[in-house]
């Protein structure tokens, strides 16, 4: 069976791969991650430290090293991977499908960890585990900043155009997002299109519906990009780089400094496409 994850926890499973003697542990995992320098593993790194203490956080590997007992090896794609990492893996998987994404991503992966490992159970208490789960597998508000922003050059397969949506688009666009992301997402596309305006674009593949991108809608809040969704077979195509490119630059063209991008997963999706960086939370 082969899995898909996003480039940062591809690169951490390599790693492994090539370190480890045996087949992969979740623990392994988890510690590797702690020291990547992006998206929510810098803030897990640092509410370990707050909680469980330097030392602790130090010797991470070693206590697991030390509670680890030989486990059965798995094949998963091109990697070898323990009984408890198979299962963490699965879930995490789980996780993707449920949220209708396309790759396994950080969130996925902590909140497999956290909740599956019996290792990582004995390694880190349980109010402990929860805390770190409220910010580290959920979407989270992030930022770009506009100020030196200049669109990149978008390439889209041939037939793919971009347009701003307008009222003869509504029911369309909005069984659209009825049946492929749900009804929460729909009112929130009704104020954009009630704008003299619209702060909504919409991608069509020959004719077709396969994507929506929207700002200053959510709640009617000024300086926040999304929602953004396209159609599941074309999410490796730019369809969603380009909505998003096509937003920023017209909020910037508009004035302003900052973009918020509300709840945005996957976080590593929008840290590659437009630099953004996560709005810390300072209260943990």
Not at 126 to 136: K, Q, V, W
Not at 204 to 233: H, N, W
Not at 239 to 267: D, F, N, R, S, W
Request: proline share 6%; net charge negative; with cysteine.
């Amino acid at each position: 069976m082969e899995l898909h994850f996003t480039p940062k926890i591809q690169k951490q499973l390599d790693v492994l791969q090539k370190i480890e003697s045996g087949p992969i542990y979740p623990y392994q995992l988890l510690t590797n991650l702690l020291y990547e320098p992006t998206g929510v593993c810098p803030e897990v790194l640092i509410y370990m430290i707050q909680h469980l203490g330097k030392e602790k956080v130090f010797y991470f590997k070693e206590s697991g090293d030390q509670l680890h007992e030989e486990e059965a090896a798995y094949n998963m794609g091109e990697l070898t991977v323990s009984e408890s990492m198979k299962v963490v893996l699965l879930e995490a998987d789980n996780r993707r499908k449920r949220y209708n994404q396309s790759f396994i991503t950080e969130g996925h992966v902590f909140h497999a960890m956290l909740t599956k490992d019996p290792i990582l159970a004995k390694l880190i208490p349980a109010t402990i585990r929860e805390d770190i789960l409220s910010f580290a597998s959920v979407p989270r508000d992030m930022t770009v900043s506009l100020r030196h922003y200049k669109m990149p050059k978008v390439m889209l397969d041939e037939g793919i155009t971009l347009l701003r949506a307008a009222l003869k688009d509504q029911e369309e666009l909005l069984r659209f997002i009825s049946e492929r992301f749900g009804d929460p997402w729909v009112k929130t596309i009704q104020i954009a299109l009630e704008k003299e305006c619209p702060p909504l674009y919409i991608a069509r593949d020959r004719g077709e519906l396969i994507g929506f991108a929207c700002y200053d809608s959510v709640r009617d809040q000024k300086g926040v990009y999304g929602p953004m969704g396209t159609s599941p077979q074309v999410r490796t195509k730019g369809v969603g780089y380009a909505l998003l490119h096509t937003c920023l630059e017209e909020m910037k063209q508009k004035g302003y400094e900052y973009a918020i991008l509300g709840e945005a997963g996957p976080i590593e999706y929008y840290e590659r496409a437009c630099g953004a960086k996560l709005i810390p939370i300072i209260d943990y």
